[in-house]
């Protein structure tokens, strides 16, 4: 790669274009489009933890799920402007991220694993206890969000969704980047290879772990959000393991620790998902399932991983 | 290199043909008016989803698919029904790319709720073949409903109930929201006739192991149990009911017909016998006309048996088809809309209408009780509560 | 109140005999295999068909089962699962839950999407009574097979050849594979028991737990939560483990109702954060 320094910005550029060049060549599926946009937001955030701190997560959905329905009750309450729901979903998730990261990062994986996978089991069996506030399994309804910037309303065709959903998606993603390039960054690459050897270089490991687990809850918390508000809607599903399960399927089917792997894995997923649906709706499982099989099996580090691998073989 | 080369050129042109039926160039606007069916077709709810695909398709193969002058096209989408907001983004895109003129389908309350928006926006008939919850009519004026909602089926139990001197009925529904609405009509109808619920349980939705619940019942000896779970763990339940010998301790088993769903009765078999149940379709009704559907039905699906979820599909479908007949072939969202209102025919289940004003179903709710016929099980009618409306939400 | 706690148990137990062998493959083989729950799925069709289409009797078709599933572990083990050891555990969770997706839509093709139903025979039906307290003749039933698979493992782990160079190589297996212990044929048969167990604890819970294509999804869950609390690398931790969970839910459910799933949400958490390693772990990090 170091031959061809211009390769990587211009295979970035090329990424974002097509993103945007998208929203012209696929004017029927801006609704598949910003969903992926959303899980990729989503995936992002598991990134940021898994791929780049080392904490592995089966409750991230609780993050997604508590941002949802804080931006969905906001509007439901009379306040629909999308862009504070943004900042209220960020700032709630992200503070339940940094009161339960104590609780995860006690003990070693498995232990870690079960404790967000019990916590979040625990949110979604509140939201469903409470469905005065939360609507319970049936959803939270008059969910009703003013156009973006008082100018663009969310239509039928999804245009607004998309093209609000992508944005928010590349500014935070643009955030990403320069935290993972940042001191702070390179430290959580530290503790992520050796966490015992890091406070020996001075790095408060806890502090910054936890500062990171907030940070990925407040990502997580956001693409809530922007699903709330796009689709004006908003039920337990949110806050499921499954959802859970499938961000980290999608991160790791992208590959690890690039943050473009984890956009790439959402985007894939998601896609083949829809493509092997339309094509078999009742036994798209088994592709995908082979699918994920054979990424796993040639373990060049997903998605992401394999395509450079064939960038490498073929320079 | 060239090795390289035919790689990378294979991966592009992998991608291209993998992308290619993303950019489907518009339809040419053709005779067909598509039908768009939206149903939990994989996941825990599929069993539903294929129910209402069967008798859907079934109608359509034994009426044709032209009606009114127009061809009607049908086509199937799996929402896997635990995500709400794919079974939008389907209706959107069946709506926008693939223009369709119907929406139909919705298997779960939630699904139906996120769907309905698109149908108003786009001015579309969209008919919900399975969910249940009343207030789904009210989410969109487009909406019209021909499956049945808990309150309709669960206030005649409890009537009847009343009717049949139990005194006193403990409840036993699952933790979400059918469950608590079952729950809150069956007690409102239940006390408001002088009767007494000394004990109200709900399992939780994930592992239901009925064992505790049963045993405070077992504790309680109620007069009777009214019981709502989703069809699929009514098995469990009765096994366990009997079991724990609460029939022969004198605990009657009452509940709607989601416990005793047809698709399962017959393999649940004899600790469901005796069960009573209010529900509106049975595959034992006995009319000719849904002795016709239930043997063609099993014709086209060998070992299975049409259940209440197939009849909404069977009856959704008629009233497209009656809709479109009725226009002349005219695909119009708010003409076919007005011919759907207050339309009344002869369902296998029975007589039903669709009210004008509110667009739900409008049906006979029956009182049946499990019986072995033949060394098969099934719920056969006994009473009947004729054009119950839904009480409301 | 004894009816309770012996129904607790019963549902402990039969949650022990299906996540034994998650527990053991992770604590010897390093792999998180999410599909456990896969074979314990095609212990339940094998035994439901062969009871429904063939009418053999249960205890045959249990057994049946047990040995698909084993045999399925053996090939799978030597076909596939043997390329992914020692990679990182986020590959074999992706590989894992490739594989439940491919199972559970194979079982949809074979069987459908509804739930099988099997009718027990006449001796495991009705009640029994146990002193004060009644119980379910299949609950008993289960109490008793789970006690002797139990008792069979741990006679095995500790009695045998076998066990003694499983626990060598689960300890260390680098030197006991200078020690002349053939680890990968160990491996093989290791995972073979497990998946055996995994299928023999399908058979038994399709009349308790339900069987659908979902089942693995569903009760992936709980069978993690088992291995968790209970430590990866022993049998008697996963076996307090699961009684503790089983006894705890049931009686949660019996006596607080309105707590519904918290109990056991609960009681998890709790329980993580006060032994994170599992509830007998050794001092000892690894």
């Not at chain 2, 698919?65 to 029904?81: A, I, S």
Request: aromatic content about 8%; some cysteine; glycine content about 12%.
């Amino acid at each position: 790669m170091t031959a061809r320094p211009w390769l990587r910005p211009a295979l970035e550029a090329a990424f974002w274009a097509a993103a945007l060049g998208a929203y012209f060549a696929f004017p029927d599926l801006l609704p598949l489009l910003s969903q992926v946009a959303i899980a990729a937001l989503f995936v992002l955030s598991l990134d940021l933890l898994v791929g780049f701190a080392g904490v592995l997560t089966l409750g991230q959905a609780a993050f997604f799920g508590l941002g949802a329905y804080a931006a969905g009750i906001l509007a439901q309450q009379g306040w629909g402007e999308p862009l504070s729901g943004l900042v209220l979903a960020a700032v709630l998730a992200g503070a339940l991220g940094v009161l339960t990261a104590p609780l995860v990062l006690r003990g070693g994986d498995l232990p870690a694993l079960m404790v967000t996978l019990g916590l979040g089991l625990m949110l979604g069996e509140a939201a469903n206890k409470l469905p005065g506030i939360t609507g319970g399994a049936d959803g939270l309804l008059g969910v009703e969000v003013w156009p973006v910037l008082g100018l663009f309303r969310f239509d039928l065709y999804g245009r607004t969704a998309f093209l609000y959903s992508l944005a928010v998606l590349f500014a935070l993603f643009l955030l990403a980047r320069l935290v993972v390039s940042s001191p702070f960054g390179l430290a959580l690459r530290g503790v992520r290879g050796n966490a015992r050897r890091m406070p020996a270089l001075g790095t408060p490991v806890r502090a910054r772990l936890v500062a990171v687990y907030g940070m990925a809850a407040a990502y997580a918390g956001v693409a809530g959000a922007l699903l709330a508000q796009t689709t004006q809607f908003v039920s337990l599903d949110a806050l499921s393991f499954g959802r859970s399960a499938e961000g980290l399927l999608m991160l790791v089917l992208g590959g690890l620790g690039s943050l473009y792997g984890a956009l790439v894995g959402a985007a894939v997923f998601t896609v083949a998902h829809h493509l092997l649906s339309e094509l078999s709706p009742l036994f798209w499982q088994f592709w995908i399932g082979a699918a994920l099989m054979a990424v796993a099996l040639a373990g060049k580090g997903g998605v992401l991983g394999l395509f450079a691998a064939a960038l490498r073989r073929a320079s | 290199m060239r090795a390289g080369l035919t790689r990378r050129g294979a991966a592009a042109a992998f991608g291209a043909a993998a992308l290619a039926p993303l950019a489907r160039p518009a339809v040419a606007q053709g005779e067909a008016v598509r039908v768009g069916l939206i149903l939990p077709l994989t996941g825990p709810f599929a069993s539903t989803g294929r129910q209402v695909e069967a008798a859907v398709r079934l109608y359509l193969r034994q009426n044709g698919d032209g009606f009114g002058g127009r061809r009607v096209e049908l086509l199937v989408r799996d929402d896997t029904g635990v995500a709400p907001e794919v079974t939008r983004r389907i209706a959107q895109e069946m709506v926008v790319r693939d223009r369709a003129r119907v929406l139909a389908g919705f298997g779960l309350t939630p699904l139906a709720f996120a769907a309905a928006p698109v149908a108003t926006e786009a001015k579309v008939p969209m008919v919900v073949m399975a969910a249940a919850t009343s207030a789904i009519v009210a989410r969109s004026p487009f909406v019209v409903r021909t499956s049945f909602t808990l309150p309709q089926v669960t206030a005649p139990i409890a009537d009847w109930a009343r009717k049949e001197g139990i005194g006193n009925a403990a409840t036993l529904v699952t933790d979400f929201a059918p469950g608590l609405d079952a729950e809150r009509v069956f007690k409102e109808r239940f006390l408001a006739a002088g009767g007494a619920v000394p004990l109200e349980l709900r399992s939780p939705l994930r592992n239901p192991d009925y064992a505790p619940f049963l045993q405070r019942v077992r504790d309680a000896r109620p007069q009777a149990l009214f019981i709502f779970v989703p069809s699929g763990e009514g098995a469990a339940l009765m096994k366990q009911f009997a079991e724990r010998g609460l029939g022969e301790a004198g605990v009657r088993l009452i509940g709607t017909g989601d416990v005793v769903d047809d698709d399962l009765l017959d393999a649940i078999g004899r600790p469901a016998l005796g069960a009573v149940t209010s529900h509106h379709y049975s595959a034992a009704h006995d009319s000719p006309e849904n002795r016709a559907y239930v043997e063609a039905f099993a014709a086209a699906n060998p070992g299975v048996r049409p259940n209440f979820m197939s009849v909404g599909g069977w009856d959704g479908m008629h009233l497209i088809a009656e809709a479109l007949r009725a226009t002349g072939g005219d695909a119009n969202g708010d003409k076919l809309l007005a011919a759907m209102k207050g339309r009344s025919w002869t369902s296998p289940r029975g007589p039903m209408a669709i009210d004008a004003n509110t667009r739900d179903v409008v049906q006979d709710v029956y009182i049946r009780r499990v019986e072995e016929r033949n060394g098969r099980f099934w719920n056969v009618e006994f009473d009947r509560v004729p054009a119950v409306r839904d009480p409301g939400a | 109140m004894l009816t309770v706690l012996l129904d607790g148990l019963a549902a402990g137990m039969l949650l022990f005999v299906l996540a034994v062998g998650l527990s053991v493959t992770l604590g010897l083989m390093n792999f998180v295999n999410l599909a456990h729950g896969a074979f314990g799925m095609l212990g339940g069709y094998v035994c439901a068909a062969m009871l429904n289409r063939a009418g053999l009797p249960f205890l045959l078709c249990v057994a049946a089962a047990a040995l698909a599933s084993a045999a399925a572990g053996v090939v799978l083990e030597r076909l596939l699962y043997r390329r992914l050891y020692g990679r990182d555990h986020l590959d074999q969770v992706l590989f894992s839950i490739g594989l439940v997706f491919v199972a559970g839509a194979a079982a949809d093709w074979v069987f459908g999407a509804r739930q099988q139903l099997i009718a027990l025979p006449a001796w495991l039906s009705g009640r029994v009574e146990v002193g004060p307290a009644s119980i379910g003749a299949y609950r008993l039933f289960l109490i008793a097979a789970c006690g002797l698979i139990v008792l069979a493992l741990h006679v095995g782990l500790v009695r045998t050849r076998f066990g003694a160079r499983l626990r060598a190589a689960v300890d260390d297996a680098v030197v006991a594979r200078g020690l002349g212990i053939p680890v990968p044929r160990l491996f093989a048969l290791t995972f073979a028991l497990g998946s055996g167990l995994a299928g023999l604890g399908g058979a038994l819970g399709v009349e308790v737990l339900g069987l659908d294509p979902t089942f693995p999804l569903k009760y992936m869950v709980y069978f993690l939560i088992v291995v968790a609390v209970g430590g990866a690398n022993t049998v008697l931790g996963p076996f307090l483990a699961a009684v503790l969970l089983g006894v705890v839910d049931v009686a949660g459910k019996y006596w607080v109702p309105e707590l519904g799933a918290f109990a056991i949400y609960t009681a998890m958490v709790a329980l993580l954060l006060l032994r994170p390693q599992g509830l007998l772990a050794r001092a000892a990090e690894r």
